[in-house]
């Protein structure tokens, strides 16, 4: 299982070597449920045995928790023998403030936008001494995306532009990180910002899963420009992996009926293939030779077993092939 884990899938431009399954630290920083240290260090080391060797956590997981956790493990650890990515363009600032977070047991901090150059390397620095690290080997702009911001995008865009994409390639010259890029939720601001810098890499929620597949396109530019893609929430924020029950959530909330429906049609092609829903959820993306790697948040040490066990056994072709004539996911010659 471990070979597998650690199997490269990097592009050929790309500076890293990643393997298929990449850590996400939002679990560990307390996402929906309270995580004690014991159970984040044991999902972590469940993890490291199992062969995972990339990690990613950004300073809103938690309010800086996740970063803290993640830094206290990888501490023990040979600066050679992992990746690690996290995320800037947003400040924590003392003081618990603005809307409830979705993460549970919180550090006390809030949380504001700042893509300026200043923000991005203030943002940059205070990562590090949150992990304990004296280096990133991938650094993201988190949450740059009109999804999140509303109508603060074009503002939070112009910061970049102006002078926040230059402080990220600075970044990347001066040798203190390898790769960067974007992690959002919608793809068609990496197709913007990739006129504005040159990015190695983007991290996506939610466009490009067993459920939906807007991102398609963008990622096979991205394999054509050798540049890797890596899949956040491969299980749509929960319904993937729970199935069409009630409370189910898609997109950080409750699914909607329309949502619902559409994953118990999934779920049934599934079954006529003994084939379990999180385990055809988490394949699907991978199917795709331009995706790099998909990021599973793990809550537990059997979570990231079970997603282990998973990942080394094979789908029937014709699962995909069902799925296509039920016009349920795009072309299933990838």
Sequence with gaps: MPGIIESNRSPAGFPLSIGPITFGGASIGGLYHAISDADAHNTLQTAWDLGIRSFDTAPEYGRGLSERRLGDFLRQRPYNSFILSSKTGEQLLPGRGGKASKFIGSL??????????????????????RL???????????????????????AHFQQAIDSGFDALMRLRKEGHVKAIGLGVKCHRV?????????????????????????ANAFIERCGKEQRAVFIAGPFASGILASGPVA?????????????????????????QYKISLPQAALHFPLRNPDVTSVVCGFHSAEQVSQVCQWLSQNIPEALWQSLYEEELICNPAL
């Design 108 to 129: 006390p901090f809030s949380k504001a936008f700042d893509f300026t150059a200043s923000g991005i390397v203030r943002g940059f620095e205070d990562s590090l001494q």
């Design 132 to 154: 304990g690290l004296e280096q990133l080997d991938i650094l993201l702009l988190h949450d740059l995306d009109p999804i999140i911001l509303g109508d603060r995008f074009e």
């Design 190 to 214: 990496c197709e913007r910002a990739l006129d504005y810098a040159d990015l190695n890499c983007f991290m996506l929620q939610g466009s490009y899963t067993l459920l939906e597949q807007p």
């Design 247 to 271: 409370g189910a959530y898609f997109h950080h909330q409750p699914a909607p009926a329309k949502i619902i429906e559409k994953v118990k049609r999934i779920e049934k092609v599934c079954k």
